[in-house]
């Protein structure tokens, strides 16, 4: 009796305690499912929708068409009754099957994956034998009238609902056109009345069309949105890729010039130094300056806010060339580059910089000339030094080759403005680079300023 009292609470113990457990799964289940959905993007809602209502469609045709019809055939003899349930077991199956190959069919359709053609098989076969047991079920006389029109309406669905999008619209209909011709005439053999007949036809053709106008728009529209999708995502990430080779042009041009001066002026310093001259230490404190404002500049390029200024870029490199012992000629310095708009005084800061960078690293000039020349319509920037032949040039490595970073940076700068970049030796020991920028019209007031006064002087 004791050990009866002991253990009889136990039970309800451990049921309340399954029922809590189960309880907690289905509640955690749910969770995840609701987290899960919103947690998808708003695309992969509406193809989680689609392909859900593809399911839908297929099993409320069994549930409805399917199955009510079969209803009467319990009352028809013990023959309609096993046909009939054969019937429906087998439209069943072919349920499971049609929605497994629901998946597959759309990614074929997309063109993400071909679909196996021994996934219809199967469904091929139970097709058959579904079309045979109707038509055995009309013999016996198991359902009649309107009924039999209803399951013709539901035999093809589950079938023809993958199948209308893993093959063209025009097979589609020739081979649902040749099905339906065989149905109706196993019907018509079995001495199925010619109003029934009609029926049948008039239900094959809606199931039919029903079918090829949910589906392909369906999942056309759906890859069509899956498309524009990768688009988008592909610009980004060519918009990203272009973001990096922007950082890396500024960081090579802001950079390029700072250090070989950085390099000129220390050993610059280190001789003076060895030489006991005092004025090594204002060459090592404008190293110090230099490599401060390096850091300055490599801040602001990675704000993004970096912008060339051309007249400051003329009298950086005047000041670089001259205090490397090269004689440095500035042509158009002043008003010229004024008159210029922002964008092309940027990318043309850009090459003054760039071309002193390589005067400084190639060869061994003596004087360095940079002209500048704006017209109405375009503006030209030249510069010019001797002392280098065509394997020391300021550049060459860039135009021989064509593996240099300098150039092709600025190429890519210039080439946005539709402005244009050539370098190469000249005769006479020169190296020339020249670079055109189109000014638009109306781009600048100094410009249109400019022109009647130019018209008056001729």
């Known amino acids: 009796m004791n050990g009866g009292s002991a253990t009889a609470p136990a039970v309800p113990r451990l049921r309340g305690g399954d029922d809590g457990k189960g309880r907690t799964a289905v509640i955690g289940r749910v969770r995840g499912w609701r987290r899960g ?15 859900v209502t593809f399911y839908s469609v297929i099993w409320c045709f069994a549930a409805s068409w399917g199955l009510l019809p079969l209803i009467g055939a319990l009352r028809q003899g013990s023959a309609a009754t096993v046909l009939g349930a054969a019937f429906l077991v087998v439209n069943v199956a072919q349920c499971v099957l049609g929605c497994r190959n629901l998946a597959p069919a759309i990614d074929h359709y997309r063109g993400t994956a071909p679909f196996p053609p021994r996934r219809l098989r199967a469904p091929a076969a139970l097709q058959a034998v579904s079309t045979g047991l109707l038509v055995a079920v009309a013999a016996v006389d198991g359902v009649a009238g309107r009924d039999l029109v209803l399951l013709v309406l539901d035999l093809p669905m589950a079938f023809a609902l993958p199948y209308a999008m893993l093959v063209p619209v025009r097979t589609y209909l020739l081979r649902a056109a040749a099905y339906g011709a065989a149905v109706v005439a196993l019907l018509a053999a079995v001495g199925v009345p010619a109003g029934l007949l009609f029926g049948a036809v008039v239900a094959l053709v809606v199931t039919t069309l029903l079918v090829l106008v949910s589906t392909r728009p369906s999942v056309w529209s759906l890859s069509v949105m899956w498309q524009a999708e990768e688009a988008r995502d592909m610009q980004a990430r060519l918009a990203v890729a272009e973001e990096r080779l922007r950082f890396g042009r ?65 009298a ?12 440095c000629t500035v042509v158009g310095d002043g008003a010229e580059s004024a008159r210029l708009p922002a964008p092309a005084q940027s990318a043309l800061g850009w090459v003054v910089r760039e071309a002193a960078t390589n005067v400084l690293r190639h060869g061994d000039p003596r004087r360095c000339t940079i002209r500048l020349a704006v017209r109405e319509d375009r503006a030209t920037l030249v510069v010019e030094n001797d002392g280098a ?49 189109p000014i638009p019209p109306g781009a600048s007031p100094h410009l249109r300023a400019a022109r009647p006064a130019a018209l008056e002087e001729r």
């Open 250 to 314: 500024d960081m090579h041009d802001v950079l390029g010039r700072n250090l070989s001066v950085i390099a000129l002026k220390s050993e610059l310093a280190a001789e003076l130094a060895r030489r006991g001259s005092p004025d090594a230490v204002d060459q090592m404190v404008e190293v110090q300056r230099i490599a401060r404002t390096s850091q300055q500049e490599v801040r602001e390029v990675v704000r993004g806010y970096r912008e060339a200024d051309l007249a400051a870029e003329f």
């Open 37 to 51: 959905w919103h947690e998808r993007s708003k695309l992969a809602r509406i193809d989680l929708y689609t392909r």
């Open 389 to 437: 032949d065509s394997r020391t040039a300021p550049g060459a490595g860039d135009t021989a080759a064509g593996t240099g970073s300098g150039l092709a940076g600025l190429r890519e700068r210039l080439a946005v403005l539709d402005g244009s970049l050539t370098a190469g030796p000249e005769a006479g020991g020169l190296f020339r680079l020249t670079a055109t920028v």
């Open 316 to 327: 950086g490199a005047r000041g670089v060339l001259e205090a490397a012992g090269i004689a």
